[in-house]
């Protein structure tokens, strides 16, 4: 099963705040699944948006 991260974790690895990732994830420019009341987002998912922000740099 692939890891996924919380909200909390991705904005560690962001170095961001957690309302920022939550924006993200909220106006779909980083994908999540919920699960029940929290979200989820995999390692996968943020390696594809951190290779996203680079590109378009």
């Given amino acids: 099963m692939e890891p996924y ?28 699944i919920k699960i029940g009341r929290v979200y989820r987002i995999s390692r996968a998912h943020l390696n594809q948006f951190i290779a996203k922000c680079e590109r378009s740099k």
């Fill in 5 to 32: 991260l919380t909200i909390t974790q991705v904005a560690e690895i962001l170095n961001v705040n957690y309302r920022t990732v939550r924006d993200l994830i909220h106006v779909n420019k980083m994908r999540a």
